[in-house]
């Protein structure tokens, strides 16, 4: 049997959904990319992909391209990396950089230019961290949360815009990303003494129980004041009182801040992840 691949979201998720569920908060990114695309969400016009890999004892093995993101390697068995690559090529898929666990990912990478004038650079270093229990700062800054409203739908565009800019993720379609969060009430804002929105915290749909944090953002003039871990709590606690088991997040893994805020409030490291570029 080995590596299979197809253009339909819906025979992936057949396949490869519950391989992906028995670990929901490590395979949070598959997951919600899996739920989105079996209701006909695309990101873009371009083919997507969808590989599993299938033996004697069930499906053992999940990734998936949805493009313009990176290919995501969601489990890839020992001894079935090179099969994979070949297959890959076979398919003549074409990707921008690979997503996945470090070690994993550097092996794919490995494979992946070998023989090739490929060129690679590692683009994104991420920790996932996902919630024991939660710990609301205290004292809570000054100010409130509400979910954010389609009156707000400029503020929350004009910052997921500069959120994907000073990380340098891939670029997305922010308006609808942003009504879609807000009309399902899964955008949050924290309001400051006078009313004024000065942070955002927002979070994917719950997919095999898991909801992710996604994004949280601060404009610089109202940074260290406790606004983004204020509002990521207020995101979390509603995340878990509508129909979330578990609540995950990632952070930069190079910035001790943020790592250490989101531990202040009750999230535990569970892993690091990266992203790999390739260029001629």
Same mark, same amino acid.
């Given at each position: 049997?080995?590596?299979?691949?197809?253009?339909?979201?819906?025979?992936?998720?057949?396949?490869?959904?519950?391989?992906?569920?028995?670990?929901?908060?490590?395979?949070?990114?598959?997951?919600?990319?899996?739920? !989105?695309?079996?209701?006909?969400?695309?990101?873009?016009?371009?083919?997507?992909?969808?590989?599993?890999?299938?033996?004697?004892?069930?499906?053992?093995? !999940?990734?998936?391209?949805?493009?313009?993101?990176?290919?995501?390697?969601?489990?890839?068995?020992?001894?079935?990396?090179?099969?994979?690559?070949?297959?890959?090529?076979?398919?003549?898929?074409?990707?921008?950089?690979?997503?996945?666990?470090?070690? /994993?990912?550097? =092996?794919?990478?490995?494979?992946?230019?070998?023989?090739?004038?490929?060129?690679?650079?590692?683009?994104?270093?991420?920790?996932?961290?996902?919630?024991?229990?939660?710990?609301?700062?205290?004292?809570?800054?000054?100010?409130?949360?509400?979910?954010?409203?389609?009156?707000?739908?400029?503020?929350?565009?004009?910052?997921?815009?500069?959120?994907?800019?000073?990380?340098?993720?891939?670029?997305?379609?922010?308006?609808?990303? !942003?009504?879609?969060?807000?009309?399902?009430?899964?955008?949050? /804002?924290?309001?400051?003494?006078?009313?004024?929105?000065?942070?955002?915290?927002?979070?994917?749909?719950?997919?095999?129980?898991?909801?992710?944090?996604?994004?949280?953002?601060?404009?610089?003039?109202?940074?260290? =004041?406790?606004?983004?871990?204020?509002?990521?709590?207020?995101?979390?606690?509603?995340?878990?009182?509508?129909?979330?088991?578990?609540?995950?997040?990632?952070?930069? !893994?190079?910035?001790?801040?943020?790592?250490?805020?989101?531990?202040?409030?009750?999230?535990?490291?569970?892993?690091?992840?990266?992203?790999?570029?390739?260029?001629?």
């Amino acid at each position: 049997m080995g590596w299979r691949f197809t253009d339909d979201p819906l025979e992936y998720c057949e396949h490869a959904w519950d391989l992906l569920a028995a670990d929901p908060a490590l395979h949070t990114v598959s997951l919600t990319v899996a739920a !989105a695309v079996r209701t006909g969400y695309r990101w873009s016009d371009d083919r997507m992909l969808f590989g599993w890999h299938e033996d004697a004892g069930g499906v053992r093995g !999940a990734v998936s391209h949805t493009p313009p993101h990176e290919l995501l390697l969601a489990v890839v068995p020992d001894g079935t990396l090179e099969e994979l690559v070949d297959g890959l090529r076979e398919q003549r898929t074409a990707f921008a950089g690979v997503n996945g666990e470090v070690e /994993l990912v550097e =092996r794919f990478v490995a494979a992946w230019t070998a023989g090739t004038p490929l060129r690679h650079r590692v683009t994104l270093r991420l920790r996932l961290f996902r919630l024991g229990s939660l710990v609301p700062p205290d004292p809570a800054p000054p100010g409130s949360a509400r979910t954010a409203t389609l009156d707000d739908l400029e503020v929350a565009m004009s910052w997921l815009r500069a959120f994907e800019e000073e990380t340098d993720v891939t670029r997305t379609n922010v308006e609808g990303a !942003a009504r879609e969060r807000i009309d399902a009430d899964r955008l949050w /804002l924290w309001e400051d003494e006078a009313g004024e929105p000065v942070a955002l915290a927002a979070r994917t749909a719950t997919a095999a129980g898991v909801a992710r944090i996604a994004p949280v953002y601060t404009p610089p003039e109202h940074r260290r =004041r406790g606004y983004g871990a204020a509002i990521t709590a207020a995101c979390t606690a509603d995340a878990l009182a509508r129909d979330a088991d578990h609540v995950v997040l990632f952070t930069d !893994a190079a910035n001790p801040t943020t790592n250490a805020i989101y531990q202040q409030i009750g999230f535990r490291p569970l892993g690091d992840r990266c992203t790999v570029h390739f260029s001629d």
